[in-house]
Structures are given as C-alpha cells and as structure tokens.
C-alpha cells in the first residue's frame, strides 16, 4: 500500500506543506503521498484515532489551532518539543504508538548554521513577537549561546516566556513599541560578534498591519530573518537589502522545518540539490 502523510489543521487549505512534500515524493519517485486533512477541535481525538490504526500512515504535520490540543494523545514528546510545548510533526511508530516533534526550531536554524560554527565574542538576537513561532524560535536561539531581545506587545508576556525558557539567562525584554522608534545609541565595534534581528510575529503578512520597525536599532553587520511568507519580500527585507544587510526569508524555515519532518516520515531526506531553488518557484506561484 501507498505510505502517506499529511498535514492538519482548522482551517488548512491556505498550508503549503502538500505542494513542499509532494515535489520531494515526485523528485524521488516515492510510493507515497501527501495531503491536507482539514480536523476540527472537536474531530482531533478521533482523527488521531483512527490515524494511529493505520499502517501505511506515516504521521502528520499539525498547524493551528492543534499544535498543543494534540500532545495528551501522544505517548512520547521529543525533549525540544517538551521545552518549547508545542509539536507541528507527529510520527506514528512501528507499533502504532505517536510522538511528537516540533521541527520550527531547527528549520528556523538552517539558514544560520554556518554562523554558528564559528567562533563568536559575542551573540545577540532581537525577536519581535511572543506567539508560538517566537518561542520555537527562542527555544533554538538558546541551544547556540544567543543572549536574546525580546519584544512585544506585552513585555510581561516576553519576560515570562524568558524566564521558563532560559530562567538563569541574562536576556532581556522591550515593547514593540521601543524599536518603532529612532535611537541614536552607537553601537560599538562589531567585529568577531553575531547580531540578529528576527521579525517572529505576524506584522506585515498580507492581511495584517505592517511592522513598524526602525532601522537605526540594527548593529552593522546584522542578519534579518522575517519568518512572513505571504508576501515573501516584506517591507523588512526589502528595507534591509537595500541598507545592505544579509536577509533570510520565510521561505527557509518553511521549507527547513518540512525537510526534517519528511525524513521523519519517509525514511530519506528530501532532494535539495539545487539549494531550493525549483522548489522556491512552485511555492511563490
């Protein structure tokens, strides 16, 4: 029988996974498939039920609202899954049983790796936003040394969020606000430091109010992350390559975060060759 996997959600027909998982499978000439399964709240119990029963499914990618509905029914929790509380990957085993995984973290890491191999002074990232994406991003920042800036809405919430994650840290908080508007703090020598601002909250999607966000509170020499897929080129990005800074779009933690589920579901990691790039064109059609 056909292997398959899918992802689920409520609502789910806006996920690009299918069209991601479904150009590896071809690439690779897999006897498998994947798809959408669009599961209610009140459906999960039942889907991951019947699911668990079935041989030749391989597991699910969950997006919201499940992302936390979904670990009472799973016997094991990957520990990153544990520490961020929350799985977007459900592997069922051999014997029927389900763990979960939450691959954002590290598919929020690819792109950055290489900077991580190095040796740093000094590591500082600036995160705007305190939902679940900002915690996975957070979780992963702190596995590689990275005193963390974060900011939101509600500077109680990031320090909470802070203080569960990395308690002993020496990190910090700020309103959103702080970074909307102009400093003229000088930043000082940079050389052998890694700076990153990463923007990890909704503002500037389409159909949400753009990010206000001033430049001048970027140290030279700063990456921009924005994990914003819809549009791919934000005013961010935009913003910071034509200022000149490194930029990484949504499209990698997307597209890195699949890559380690699909191994997880199909044995083989996916074809990525060409850095991507075929890829790249089918997604932003």
Known sequence: MTRYAEVI???????????????????L??????????VKPDELAGYLERRAGDPDWAGCNVTMPHKLAVMPYLARLDPLAERIGAVNTIVRESDGSLSGYNTDATGFLEPLIADFDKQHY????????????????????????????LAGRNPDKARAMLDELDP????HVASLDHFAETTDFEFDDREGCFDLVVNASPLGMV???????????????SVIYD???APLETPLLKEARTSGFRTVDGLSMLIGQ???????FFGQPPPRGDGDEALRRILVQ
């Not at 699949?258 to 997880?264: D, G, N, Q, R, V």
């Open 9 to 27: 959600g409520d609502p789910i027909a806006q996920s690009k996974s299918p069209a991601i998982h479904m150009h590896w499978i071809e690439r």
């Open 227 to 229: 994990i914003v897929t």
């Open 258 to 264: 699949a890559a380690i589920a699909f191994e997880k």
């Open 29 to 38: 000439g897999l006897d498998a498939s994947y798809g959408r399964q669009h």
């Open 122 to 149: 000094f590591r500082m990232a600036r995160v705007l936003g305190t939902g679940g994406a900002a915690r996975a991003i957070v979780a992963g920042l702190l596995e590689h040394g990275i005193t963390v800036v």
């Open 168 to 171: 002993e840290g020496q990190h």
């Open 207 to 221: 159909g949400q109010p753009p990010l206000d966000f001033d430049f001048s509170h970027v140290p030279p020499g």
